[in-house]
């Protein structure tokens, strides 16, 4: 049954509008549809977006021009987290005539082009969701780093029940690599990790699951290749990537996670498994080195190291204490600094500040 819709506040009432202009579900899009419910419970915000699930109010983007010019506390803001985004802001404010101040979460970890820059000056402040994030910066940055809902993505007592529900292997250990398939993403570190690790453990297998769009489907068909070539497509499992209801029921069926990227923003992936316990291996891109204590919850290994990461995988796999270990440090660093509500929490301080500013 789907779930009602989630009121959107009166428009007079709005205090807050976090926009998500793209269509195709991305990393923003997960961010919004996490934490806007929860900030609906402290504060009038409204998403605006094209299509989101029910339980996020959304007021359809043709109506922004029906806004009043003002909202309840005088100037409303507007929460811009991709350049188009903080574009729309900018129209609403000096075209449109609203009352808004300008808010902008940056992720990059590298120097923006100059019309970026140029529109991040506009802003009347900035989020950083990590300190390399904010290192790119030419201007003051508050940092709040990502969270993850600790109740959807914990550990289940019947793993191998949950891998028979959701059609997988229920012996052995299994080792997971989730998000878009693409270069940037080091899937092809991955698939030669694997194929390094599995010739000396007999028993474990990998999960690659997500989206491969047109542009990429080339490399995806080279992984499966590789895969076939080693003889291990009984062993490197893929799957297309599944609803966002079903995402932590996968993460919850992984003994170990790898994100191998080359690039990343954030990088929540990593995050989302440690909660459910599931120790990562990741390199050192995005926010990985902040999320990850070496040796404790997983390992770091330099970019591009597939060697490295096997190294990381097969060391684990040989010595279960160890990874039983890793997976309840790695559950304990997620609950105790990581959770969705804080990080909700310390946006809202933001947009309170901004409103009595």
Not at 140 to 164: S, W
Request: proline letters at 7%; charged letters at 25%; one cysteine or more.
């Amino acid at each position: 049954m789907t779930p009602p819709a989630a009121p959107v506040p009166p428009l007079r009432e709005i205090e807050v509008i976090a926009p998500n202009f793209k269509k195709r579900h991305s990393g923003v899009t997960s961010t919004v549809i996490r934490l806007v419910p929860l900030q609906a419970r402290q504060i009038a915000i409204t998403s605006c977006a094209p299509d989101l699930p029910p339980e996020v109010p959304n007021l359809p983007p043709r109506r922004l021009l029906l806004l009043p010019r003002s909202g309840p506390s005088g100037a409303r803001v507007w929460h811009a987290r991709r350049n188009v985004e903080m574009v729309a802001g900018l129209a609403l404010k000096y075209l449109a005539g609203k009352r808004l101040k300008l808010l902008f979460t940056s992720a990059a970890q590298r120097r923006h082009t100059g019309f970026t820059r140029w529109l991040i000056r506009q802003m009347d402040a900035v989020i950083a969701t990590s300190s390399k994030s904010a290192s790119y910066l030419e201007r003051e940055a508050q940092v709040i780093r990502h969270g993850v809902d600790c109740t959807q993505f914990q550990p289940v007592d019947d793993r191998a029940a949950l891998r028979a529900a959701l059609n997988l292997p229920t012996d052995g250990p299994l080792i997971g690599c989730f998000g878009r398939i693409r270069h940037q993403k080091g899937n092809d570190l991955f698939v030669a990790a694997m194929i390094e690790v599995f010739a000396t453990h007999p028993t474990a297998r990998a999960l690659i699951m997500g989206r491969a769009t047109a542009e990429h489907q080339d490399f995806l068909k080279q992984l499966k290749k590789d895969v076939a070539e080693a003889s291990l497509s009984d062993r490197i499992l893929f799957r297309d990537e599944v609803p966002i209801e079903d995402l932590a029921r996968h993460f919850q069926a992984l003994d170990l996670y790898v994100a191998p990227q080359r690039w990343e923003g954030f990088g929540l992936t990593p995050l989302e498994a440690m909660a459910c316990g599931a120790p990562a291996v990741a390199t050192k891109v995005g926010a990985f080195e902040e999320l990850i204590v070496e040796g404790e919850t997983g390992h770091l290994v330099e970019i591009e190291d597939a060697r490295a990461i096997a190294d990381a995988v097969t060391r684990l796999l040989h010595d279960p204490s160890a990874l039983r270990a890793m997976s309840k440090a790695a559950r304990a660093r997620a609950e105790g600094s990581f959770r969705l509500e804080q990080e909700a929490a310390a946006i809202v301080s933001v947009y309170r500040r901004l409103l009595g500013s």
